[in-house]
């Protein structure tokens, strides 16, 4: 299924990749509304940032931009960049009800439809907030249920992101090349509770996400009974990719700021080495 909407003639620069944060540089996200902006933002650089070192795309097509006062690169194709943007704001829109516990970035084989690597971001530390205090601060939820105030503020987030864009350079350093003789699509899935619903038929937005059969992809070993895809811009995929077993898994980092904690890491499939033994 190919991507819905269309792209403009001129690019589509990334907000995001010049100014990630919409709260002051070193504050932390005090809504769950906040956190949902901080993420997004983050997860549309690190999209770019993927596509660039694992050379889904020509380096050509990529301009150097920085983003948390970190040097990035930034896709100008009008598509890839539109295409990300969707991506953001449907997971903002999942994490505002409270739904969502994972999202990942698979880089697939245009020539066999196989996955070949997993970028996994883990949500399943973000907190659950009514959908009417999505603008509450958590420093007067904890003081409304007579919990210490927290004391985190001396975290700096921007600073923690950077720490991960680092981290996630240097891992795919250490992945094993993909494939020369082939190209290369990407699928962005997220993964819901088990007691949500997946998000499909409400509106637009979710209408452009497909359900896939249960303990087709699962982040770690959960047992969610949904998973949830959206098809990358040009990879040109009916369905969502199973991949069989982990080959190996690489840490990213861990980012803990104030209620904002999420893991990355990298998985490679073991088809990714099927192939290159075949190539």
Known sequence: MAMASESSTTVNTMTAATTPLSAPENSLPDTQAAIAASFTNFLSVAMHQILFLRNVY????????RAYN????????????????????????????????AVTVIISSVRTNQPMERYAFDLSGFPHVPVGELYTTFEERKEEASKPASTAQSIDLESQF???????????????????????????????????????GTTKEEQTWIVAEPGQVHVRS??????????????????????????????????????????????EARQKFDERLVT
Do not use: M
């Not at 094993?176 to 509770?193: K, M, S």
């Open 162 to 200: 950077r720490a991960c864009l680092a981290r996630l350079a240097s891992a795919c350093a250490r992945l094993t090349p993909l494939p020369r003789d082939d190209e290369f699509g990407f699928t962005v899935c997220i993964e819901v509770r088990e007691d949500a619903l997946p998000p499909v």
């Open 70 to 101: 970190y040097p990035v690169r930034q896709s100008r194709h009008p598509k890839v960049c539109d295409y990300i943007n969707d991506v953001a704001i449907a997971v903002e829109s999942e994490i505002l009800k409270g739904t969502i516990t």
């Open 222 to 267: 959960c047992t969610a009974p949904f998973s949830v895809s959206k098809v990358g811009s040009h990879s040109q995929q009916p369905l969502l990719p199973k991949i069989n077993g982990r080959a190996k898994t690489v840490p990213v980092r861990r980012v803990e700021a104030g209620e904002l904690r999420l893991e990355l890491w990298v998985e």
């Open 58 to 65: 020509p380096r050509a097509t990529f301009l150097p931009v």
